[in-house]
Protein backbone atom coordinates (compact mmCIF):
# COMPACT_ATOMS: atom_id res chain seq x y z
CA UNK A 1 0.00 0.00 0.00
CA UNK A 2 3.13 2.05 0.42
CA UNK A 3 3.00 5.00 -2.28
CA UNK A 4 -0.86 5.38 -2.75
CA UNK A 5 -1.63 8.92 -3.05
CA UNK A 6 -4.77 9.22 -0.84
CA UNK A 7 -7.03 12.20 -0.86
CA UNK A 8 -9.49 12.62 1.95
CA UNK A 9 -11.93 15.14 2.17
CA UNK A 10 -12.63 16.06 5.47
CA UNK A 11 -10.35 16.62 8.31
CA UNK A 12 -12.14 15.74 11.44
CA UNK A 13 -11.88 13.17 14.05
CA UNK A 14 -12.04 10.28 11.49
CA UNK A 15 -10.21 12.41 8.60
CA UNK A 16 -7.56 12.84 10.36
CA UNK A 17 -6.96 9.38 12.00
CA UNK A 18 -7.22 8.07 8.68
CA UNK A 19 -4.28 10.36 7.27
CA UNK A 20 -2.34 9.75 10.04
CA UNK A 21 -2.29 5.57 9.56
CA UNK A 22 -2.14 6.27 5.84
CA UNK A 23 1.15 7.84 6.07
CA UNK A 24 2.31 5.96 8.38
CA UNK A 25 1.84 3.19 6.11
CA UNK A 26 3.75 5.23 3.66
CA UNK A 27 1.39 6.97 1.41
CA UNK A 28 1.21 10.04 0.15
CA UNK A 29 -2.30 11.65 1.35
CA UNK A 30 -4.08 15.19 0.51
CA UNK A 31 -6.43 16.27 3.62
CA UNK A 32 -9.13 19.50 2.40
CA UNK A 33 -11.58 20.51 4.78
CA UNK A 34 -13.85 23.18 4.66
CA UNK A 35 -12.65 24.67 8.03
CA UNK A 36 -9.69 25.38 9.26
CA UNK A 37 -7.43 22.91 11.69
CA UNK A 38 -8.55 25.00 14.90
CA UNK A 39 -12.11 24.95 14.33
CA UNK A 40 -13.74 24.80 17.57
CA UNK A 41 -17.13 24.65 16.22
CA UNK A 42 -16.79 20.84 14.39
CA UNK A 43 -18.36 17.09 15.36
CA UNK A 44 -14.74 16.46 16.58
CA UNK A 45 -14.22 19.41 18.88
CA UNK A 46 -18.00 19.68 20.94
CA UNK A 47 -17.80 16.16 22.38
CA UNK A 48 -17.11 15.07 25.61
CA UNK A 49 -14.57 12.02 24.08
CA UNK A 50 -16.36 9.47 26.15
CA UNK A 51 -15.34 6.06 25.67
CA UNK A 52 -17.81 4.08 27.22
CA UNK A 53 -19.07 0.78 24.96
CA UNK A 54 -21.24 -0.34 27.72
CA UNK A 55 -23.38 2.76 28.98
CA UNK A 56 -23.93 3.34 25.08
CA UNK A 57 -24.83 -0.45 24.49
CA UNK A 58 -28.36 0.28 26.35
CA UNK A 59 -29.16 3.18 23.78
CA UNK A 60 -27.39 1.40 20.86
CA UNK A 61 -26.55 -1.63 19.63
CA UNK A 62 -23.93 -4.66 19.35
CA UNK A 63 -22.58 -3.23 16.07
CA UNK A 64 -21.42 0.10 18.30
CA UNK A 65 -20.42 -2.47 21.25
CA UNK A 66 -18.60 -4.56 19.19
CA UNK A 67 -16.40 -1.32 17.36
CA UNK A 68 -16.08 0.34 20.59
CA UNK A 69 -14.78 -2.87 22.28
CA UNK A 70 -12.16 -2.95 19.19
CA UNK A 71 -11.17 1.42 19.79
CA UNK A 72 -10.87 0.48 23.25
CA UNK A 73 -7.75 -1.95 22.60
CA UNK A 74 -6.40 0.61 20.07
CA UNK A 75 -6.53 4.09 22.14
CA UNK A 76 -4.08 3.45 24.32
CA UNK A 77 -1.83 1.88 21.57
CA UNK A 78 -2.17 4.93 19.36
CA UNK A 79 -1.43 7.20 21.42
CA UNK A 80 1.47 5.89 22.72
CA UNK A 81 2.53 5.64 18.95
CA UNK A 82 1.83 8.70 18.26
CA UNK A 83 3.29 10.75 21.84
CA UNK A 84 6.97 8.32 20.82
CA UNK A 85 7.02 9.76 17.27
CA UNK A 86 7.76 13.38 19.15
CA UNK A 87 9.50 14.50 21.71
CA UNK A 88 6.81 17.36 22.15
CA UNK A 89 3.96 15.43 21.71
CA UNK A 90 5.96 13.41 24.74
CA UNK A 91 6.65 16.21 27.04
CA UNK A 92 2.87 17.20 26.39
CA UNK A 93 1.00 13.86 26.46
CA UNK A 94 -2.81 13.18 25.62
CA UNK A 95 -5.03 13.35 28.87
CA UNK A 96 -6.28 9.65 28.96
CA UNK A 97 -8.02 7.50 31.32
CA UNK A 98 -9.58 3.72 31.44
CA UNK A 99 -10.42 4.19 35.27
CA UNK A 100 -14.43 3.19 34.52
CA UNK A 101 -17.15 5.32 34.41
CA UNK A 102 -20.15 5.85 37.19
CA UNK A 103 -24.20 6.06 37.01
CA UNK A 104 -26.28 7.64 39.44
CA UNK A 105 -29.84 8.75 39.97
CA UNK A 106 -31.25 10.89 42.20
CA UNK A 107 -33.93 9.06 44.35
CA UNK A 108 -36.84 10.55 42.59
CA UNK A 109 -35.53 9.43 39.80
CA UNK A 110 -34.60 5.39 40.25
CA UNK A 111 -36.25 4.09 37.81
CA UNK A 112 -34.56 5.73 35.47
CA UNK A 113 -31.83 3.73 36.58
CA UNK A 114 -33.20 0.45 36.97
CA UNK A 115 -34.54 0.63 33.57
CA UNK A 116 -31.15 1.78 32.28
CA UNK A 117 -29.39 -1.15 34.75
CA UNK A 118 -32.20 -3.88 33.37
CA UNK A 119 -31.30 -2.65 29.45
CA UNK A 120 -27.50 -3.00 29.74
CA UNK A 121 -28.25 -6.37 31.09
CA UNK A 122 -30.12 -7.64 29.43
CA UNK A 123 -27.91 -6.44 25.68
CA UNK A 124 -24.67 -7.10 27.31
CA UNK A 125 -22.88 -10.13 26.75
CA UNK A 126 -22.12 -13.00 29.30
CA UNK A 127 -18.51 -12.42 29.11
CA UNK A 128 -18.86 -8.51 30.22
CA UNK A 129 -21.32 -9.27 32.56
CA UNK A 130 -19.13 -9.24 35.14
CA UNK A 131 -17.94 -4.97 34.63
CA UNK A 132 -20.99 -3.99 35.26
CA UNK A 133 -20.73 -3.08 39.63
CA UNK A 134 -23.79 -2.48 41.76
CA UNK A 135 -22.72 -0.03 44.12
CA UNK A 136 -24.22 1.05 47.45
CA UNK A 137 -23.78 4.65 49.25
CA UNK A 138 -20.67 3.88 50.84
CA UNK A 139 -18.92 2.03 47.33
CA UNK A 140 -19.93 5.52 45.27
CA UNK A 141 -17.81 7.46 48.20
CA UNK A 142 -14.98 5.22 48.07
CA UNK A 143 -14.60 5.80 44.57
CA UNK A 144 -15.70 9.16 43.91
CA UNK A 145 -15.57 11.31 47.55
CA UNK A 146 -16.83 14.03 46.02
CA UNK A 147 -20.44 12.30 45.71
CA UNK A 148 -20.35 11.10 49.57
CA UNK A 149 -23.80 10.94 50.81
CA UNK A 150 -25.47 12.45 47.88
CA UNK A 151 -26.35 9.37 46.22
CA UNK A 152 -27.62 6.07 47.75
CA UNK A 153 -26.96 3.49 45.17
CA UNK A 154 -25.03 3.44 41.54
CA UNK A 155 -23.09 1.64 38.79
CA UNK A 156 -19.70 1.32 38.32
CA UNK A 157 -19.11 0.46 34.26
CA UNK A 158 -15.53 -0.86 34.82
CA UNK A 159 -13.04 -0.55 32.14
CA UNK A 160 -14.49 2.72 30.31
CA UNK A 161 -12.30 5.44 29.62
CA UNK A 162 -12.09 8.88 28.53
CA UNK A 163 -9.85 10.88 26.13
CA UNK A 164 -9.02 14.88 25.95
CA UNK A 165 -10.32 15.25 22.39
CA UNK A 166 -8.71 18.94 21.83
CA UNK A 167 -5.66 17.91 22.67
CA UNK A 168 -5.66 14.89 20.72
CA UNK A 169 -6.61 16.70 17.52
CA UNK A 170 -4.15 19.11 17.56
CA UNK A 171 -1.70 16.39 18.57
CA UNK A 172 -3.17 14.03 15.67
CA UNK A 173 -1.87 17.83 13.38
CA UNK A 174 1.28 18.12 14.37
CA UNK A 175 1.68 14.45 13.50
CA UNK A 176 0.40 15.12 10.38
CA UNK A 177 2.28 17.99 9.32
CA UNK A 178 5.84 15.53 10.67
CA UNK A 179 5.04 13.12 8.61
CA UNK A 180 4.70 15.48 5.35
CA UNK A 181 0.34 15.70 4.59
CA UNK A 182 -0.72 18.86 2.30
CA UNK A 183 -3.15 19.64 3.95
CA UNK A 184 -5.70 22.05 2.23
CA UNK A 185 -7.42 24.50 4.41
CA UNK A 186 -10.73 26.48 3.65
CA UNK A 187 -11.79 24.69 1.23
CA UNK A 188 -15.29 23.45 -0.36
CA UNK A 189 -15.35 19.99 -1.82
CA UNK A 190 -17.63 19.52 -4.57
CA UNK A 191 -16.97 16.80 -6.46
CA UNK A 192 -15.97 12.94 -5.65
CA UNK A 193 -14.78 10.34 -8.37
CA UNK A 194 -12.79 7.21 -8.32
CA UNK A 195 -9.49 8.98 -8.74
CA UNK A 196 -10.26 12.72 -8.74
CA UNK A 197 -11.47 15.31 -6.24
CA UNK A 198 -12.64 18.87 -7.31
CA UNK A 199 -12.51 21.64 -4.47
CA UNK A 200 -12.53 25.67 -4.96
CA UNK A 201 -10.69 28.28 -1.93
CA UNK A 202 -12.68 31.18 -2.97
CA UNK A 203 -12.30 31.59 -6.54
CA UNK A 204 -9.25 29.51 -6.69
CA UNK A 205 -10.20 25.91 -8.50
CA UNK A 206 -8.09 22.79 -7.55
CA UNK A 207 -8.30 19.50 -9.00
CA UNK A 208 -6.49 16.63 -6.85
CA UNK A 209 -5.54 13.12 -8.80
CA UNK A 210 -4.97 10.38 -6.38
CA UNK A 211 -5.21 6.57 -6.49
CA UNK A 212 -8.17 6.56 -3.87
CA UNK A 213 -10.52 8.81 -2.60
CA UNK A 214 -11.95 9.59 0.82
CA UNK A 215 -15.17 10.89 1.89
CA UNK A 216 -14.93 11.59 5.82
CA UNK A 217 -16.76 14.82 5.63
CA UNK A 218 -19.36 14.13 8.13
CA UNK A 219 -22.95 16.06 7.85
CA UNK A 220 -20.74 17.53 4.95
CA UNK A 221 -21.58 14.24 3.16
CA UNK A 222 -25.42 14.98 2.76
CA UNK A 223 -25.23 15.69 -0.78
CA UNK A 224 -24.17 12.15 -1.68
CA UNK A 225 -25.56 10.33 1.50
CA UNK A 226 -29.64 10.26 0.87
CA UNK A 227 -29.94 8.99 4.45
CA UNK A 228 -27.31 10.84 6.34
CA UNK A 229 -28.57 13.51 8.88
CA UNK A 230 -27.21 15.75 11.54
CA UNK A 231 -27.79 15.14 15.31
CA UNK A 232 -27.66 18.36 17.15
CA UNK A 233 -25.78 18.01 20.15
CA UNK A 234 -24.60 20.68 22.99
CA UNK A 235 -22.02 20.60 25.84
CA UNK A 236 -20.50 23.28 28.31
CA UNK A 237 -16.77 23.47 29.30
CA UNK A 238 -16.82 24.52 33.25
CA UNK A 239 -14.32 25.24 35.46
CA UNK A 240 -14.61 24.28 39.35
CA UNK A 241 -12.41 24.07 41.85
CA UNK A 242 -14.94 22.58 44.47
CA UNK A 243 -15.42 19.28 42.95
CA UNK A 244 -12.77 16.46 42.15
CA UNK A 245 -14.25 13.55 40.16
CA UNK A 246 -11.60 10.58 39.08
CA UNK A 247 -13.83 9.29 36.24
CA UNK A 248 -17.11 10.58 33.62
CA UNK A 249 -20.18 10.45 35.66
CA UNK A 250 -23.52 10.12 33.94
CA UNK A 251 -26.64 11.41 35.83
CA UNK A 252 -30.05 9.37 35.17
CA UNK A 253 -33.04 11.87 34.54
CA UNK A 254 -36.74 10.97 32.55
CA UNK A 255 -35.95 12.97 30.11
CA UNK A 256 -32.00 13.04 29.30
CA UNK A 257 -28.71 11.59 30.81
CA UNK A 258 -26.37 14.09 32.13
CA UNK A 259 -22.53 13.34 31.76
CA UNK A 260 -19.55 15.02 33.55
CA UNK A 261 -16.31 14.33 32.02
CA UNK A 262 -13.30 16.02 34.08
CA UNK A 263 -10.22 16.80 32.42
CA UNK A 264 -7.12 18.71 34.15
CA UNK A 265 -7.08 21.69 36.06
CA UNK A 266 -10.18 21.90 37.15
CA UNK A 267 -12.15 21.98 33.83
CA UNK A 268 -15.15 19.37 33.42
CA UNK A 269 -17.29 18.44 30.25
CA UNK A 270 -20.83 18.77 30.43
CA UNK A 271 -23.40 17.44 27.89
CA UNK A 272 -27.25 16.04 27.34
CA UNK A 273 -28.75 17.31 24.69
CA UNK A 274 -29.32 15.43 21.84
CA UNK A 275 -32.11 17.12 19.34
CA UNK A 276 -33.12 15.79 16.15
CA UNK A 277 -32.55 19.41 14.33
CA UNK A 278 -30.49 20.51 11.76
CA UNK A 279 -30.05 23.85 13.68
CA UNK A 280 -26.02 24.36 13.63
CA UNK A 281 -26.50 27.73 15.71
CA UNK A 282 -25.16 28.63 19.06
CA UNK A 283 -26.33 26.90 22.24
CA UNK A 284 -30.12 27.86 23.20
CA UNK A 285 -30.59 28.95 26.53
CA UNK A 286 -33.40 26.07 27.72
CA UNK A 287 -30.34 24.05 26.86
CA UNK A 288 -27.70 26.29 28.75
CA UNK A 289 -30.62 26.03 31.81
CA UNK A 290 -31.33 22.05 31.59
CA UNK A 291 -27.06 21.40 31.89
CA UNK A 292 -26.70 24.30 34.44
CA UNK A 293 -29.43 22.73 36.60
CA UNK A 294 -28.63 19.04 36.42
CA UNK A 295 -24.81 20.13 36.79
CA UNK A 296 -26.10 21.95 39.97
CA UNK A 297 -28.12 18.77 41.63
CA UNK A 298 -25.14 16.33 41.09
CA UNK A 299 -23.16 18.53 42.81
CA UNK A 300 -23.70 21.82 44.38
CA UNK A 301 -20.38 23.47 44.48
CA UNK A 302 -20.73 23.12 40.26
CA UNK A 303 -23.05 26.42 40.94
CA UNK A 304 -20.12 28.62 41.47
CA UNK A 305 -18.24 26.72 38.26
CA UNK A 306 -17.27 29.36 35.61
CA UNK A 307 -18.59 28.72 32.36
CA UNK A 308 -15.76 28.45 29.53
CA UNK A 309 -17.35 28.19 26.47
CA UNK A 310 -20.54 26.99 25.67
CA UNK A 311 -20.99 25.11 22.37
CA UNK A 312 -23.12 23.25 19.42
CA UNK A 313 -22.14 20.80 16.32
CA UNK A 314 -23.98 18.91 13.92
CA UNK A 315 -23.44 15.39 14.44
CA UNK A 316 -23.52 13.03 11.64
CA UNK A 317 -26.02 10.23 11.13
CA UNK A 318 -27.63 7.30 9.43
CA UNK A 319 -30.61 5.97 9.49
CA UNK A 320 -29.97 2.95 11.70
CA UNK A 321 -27.90 5.05 13.43
CA UNK A 322 -24.48 2.67 13.42
CA UNK A 323 -21.27 3.86 12.16
CA UNK A 324 -20.46 2.70 8.53
CA UNK A 325 -17.46 2.51 6.11
CA UNK A 326 -18.38 1.64 2.72
CA UNK A 327 -17.67 2.17 -1.07
CA UNK A 328 -19.78 3.73 -3.25
CA UNK A 329 -19.03 4.97 -7.08
CA UNK A 330 -15.58 4.41 -6.56
CA UNK A 331 -15.26 6.44 -3.52
CA UNK A 332 -15.03 5.44 0.26
CA UNK A 333 -17.40 7.01 2.73
CA UNK A 334 -16.46 6.87 6.44
CA UNK A 335 -19.20 8.27 8.24
CA UNK A 336 -22.72 8.27 10.46
CA UNK A 337 -20.09 8.23 13.81
CA UNK A 338 -23.32 9.96 15.45
CA UNK A 339 -22.24 10.12 19.26
CA UNK A 340 -20.27 7.41 19.21
CA UNK A 341 -17.33 8.99 17.12
CA UNK A 342 -14.69 8.70 19.77
CA UNK A 343 -15.71 5.14 20.65
CA UNK A 344 -15.77 3.73 17.26
CA UNK A 345 -13.21 5.57 15.14
CA UNK A 346 -10.36 3.82 15.46
CA UNK A 347 -12.46 0.81 14.81
CA UNK A 348 -13.45 1.78 11.34
CA UNK A 349 -10.07 3.31 10.46
CA UNK A 350 -8.29 0.24 11.16
CA UNK A 351 -10.92 -2.08 9.39
CA UNK A 352 -10.46 0.21 5.99
CA UNK A 353 -6.80 0.37 6.47
CA UNK A 354 -6.96 -3.47 6.21
CA UNK A 355 -9.61 -3.87 3.52
CA UNK A 356 -7.12 -1.55 1.60
CA UNK A 357 -4.46 -3.13 2.28
CA UNK A 358 -5.91 -6.24 0.74
CA UNK A 359 -7.11 -4.34 -2.67
CA UNK A 360 -3.64 -2.81 -3.24
CA UNK A 361 -1.51 -5.05 -5.49
Known sequence: MGGLHVAIAGAGLAGRLLAWRLLRAGCRVTLLDVRSRAAQDTASMVAAAMLSPLAELAVSDAVVFELGQRSMALWPQWIEELQASSPAAAASPVYYRQQGSLVVAHAPDQSSLAHFTRLLQHKL???FQQQ????DAAQLATLEPALAGRFGHGLHLQGEGQLANDQWMVALAHALDRLGVVWHEGVTVHTLQANRLLATRGPEA???AADLVVDARGVGSKPLLGELRGVRGEVLRVECRGVVLQRPVRLMHPRYQLYVVPRPDNVFVVGATELESEDSGPITLRSMLELGSALYSLHPAFGEARVLQASAALRPALDND??????????WHINGLYR?????????VESLMHTLEKLSP
Open 206 to 208: LEI
Open 132 to 135: VQSL
Open 340 to 348: HGYLCAPAL
Open 322 to 331: QPACTLRDGV
Open 125 to 127: PAA
